[in-house]
């Protein structure tokens, strides 16, 4: 059996990015630069105010003997027009935000430092001498051009966008989303619309995984169930090579119709298919038809932690990310851990912030099977591997699922 940090470092050294495609502007986010981006304007694109107020020469601001400058009021430049005439001395034009600085002005007065009739008032008083410059933004004030604005390899958020879009960006190249194939396994596994039957359980492991890859970035697509026999799964799995990667649930223990590890020799490889950890041990790693697939347990509290810790960074390395992990803090475990586990124990727990220390409280049992723990989970406790027992009060790290991701 190999170590959770073993397992993840042999399945991220199979896997590399996957190729750009340009993007529509509203669906970059959350994706990957695939290049840099250089401007080729100015931002600004020209000389604006930064203030309501009034274009004027800086010069013709000065009092005379006490007296404010009274400059004659020649125009009005709304946001988005450009003023027809140039400012001569002895004039003002009025001038709203945004709007492009006339030829002749060298400063903008705000409208707060200055007397006038209201606005069809043909003349103004100037209440405050203003310095060469004052409230212009130059062209390129934000931007050069020929500017390196972002980097390749850039996640894609929010202010990036804003960025992306001020640059003319209606199309972005990003590294494309993996398509995810799930499959899961089982005779006793029936559909979420299917009425109970004697022996049959619903499936809720694709639903959790499809949710789970889609949050991750990834595009799934649910291949639905395959049967426990050898011709089934390989119907499955011929269906699944279309894909970049194939996600399993169910049928990579050592039962009796534990059949993905077969196809897998049969079709391509198994790297490994046992991690030193709980809940999970049984995870397949390896290929078919050169589709990296992951085979993660069919208990569906396995399924989820397993896919947490080696899925999600599979997709994230996938879509051309760096940061690929969960951060981990170390935390006080407010009511202890006393299963004595040899393996790595993964343990749900939820963890909040008393403004000294994050306390965590486990979530309930700890059985694989017991999916309402999952509930109100934000949170893995890592027990270590050698049959640890956490005392209430005592620290240990976390694994924190709802921080962003850090480097390995
Ligand atoms: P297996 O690894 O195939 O032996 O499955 C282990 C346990 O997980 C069994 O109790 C299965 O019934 C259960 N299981 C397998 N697949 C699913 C699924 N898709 N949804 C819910 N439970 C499942
Ligand atoms: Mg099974």
């Known amino acids: ?65 006490g007296q404010p400058a009274r400059l004659q009021v020649i125009g009005s430049i709304p946001a988005g027009y450009v003023a027809e005439h140039a400012i001569e001395p002895g004039t003002a034009m009025r001038i709203m935000t945004g709007a492009p600085v006339p030829a002749g002005a060298d400063a903008v007065i705000q409208v707060e430092l ?63 989303r993996p398509r995810v194939a799930i499959l899961g396994t089982g005779d006793e596994i029936i559909d979420v619309d299917e009425a109970l039957q004697p022996g049959k ?13 889609r949050h991750a970035g990834g595009e799934p697509h649910r291949l ?11 119907e499955k799995f011929s269906a699944a090579l279309s894909h970049d990667l194939i996600i399993t649930s169910g049928g990579v223990s050592v039962g009796d119709f534990d059949l993905v590890k077969d196809i897998m020799r049969e079709q391509g490889q198994v790297d490994f298919w046992r991690i030193n950890m709980r809940p999970g041990k049984p995870v397949a790693f390896g ?8 085979g993660l347990p069919g208990n569906p509290v396995s399924s989820a ?46 963890v909040a912030w008393n403004g000294t220390a994050f306390i965590a409280q486990t979530t309930g049992p700890q059985g694989s099977h017991i999916m309402t723990s999952l509930l109100n989970a934000n949170a893995l406790l890592i027990v270590p591997e050698g049959g640890v027992e956490i005392h209430p009060g005592e620290r240990t790290q976390a694994m924190m699922l709802d921080w962003p991701e850090v480097n390995l």
Request: with cysteine.
């Open 287 to 294: 290929q078919i038809g050169g589709v990296p697939l992951l």
């Open 114 to 176: 200055t007397h006038s009739e209201g606005r069809e008032s043909a003349w103004v008083e100037i209440l405050q001498e203003v310095a060469p410059g004052n409230n212009i933004r130059p062209a390129g004030d934000d931007i050069q051009q020929g500017q390196k604005v972002l980097t390749q390899g850039t996640e894609i958020r929010g202010w990036e966008i804003g960025l992306l879009a001020t640059l003319g960006y209606a199309t972005v190249p990003v590294i494309r």
């Open 201 to 213: 359980i619903r499936n809720s492991n694709s639903y959790l995984l499809e949710a789970a890859i």
């Open 305 to 350: 932690v397993t896919f947490q810790l080696f899925g999600c960074p599979v997709i994230r390395k996938l879509l051309g990310h760096t940061r690929l992990v969960k951060p981990q803090v170390e935390v006080v475990v407010e009511d202890g851990v006393q299963d004595r586990v040899m393996r790595r124990h993964y343990v749900r727990a939820h």
């Open 224 to 234: 639905g169930v395959a049967r426990d026999t050898v011709e089934s799964l390989r």
């Open 1 to 65: 059996m190999i170590s959770v940090e073993e397992a993840l470092a042999r399945i991220l050294a199979h896997i590399t990015p996957l190729a750009p495609v340009r993007v529509p502007l509203s669906e970059a986010d959350g994706l990957v630069l695939a290049e840099d981006v250089i401007s080729v304007e100015n931002i600004p694109p020209f000389a604006n105010s930064a203030m309501d107020g009034f274009a004027l020469r800086s010069q013709d601001s000065q009092a005379d003997n």
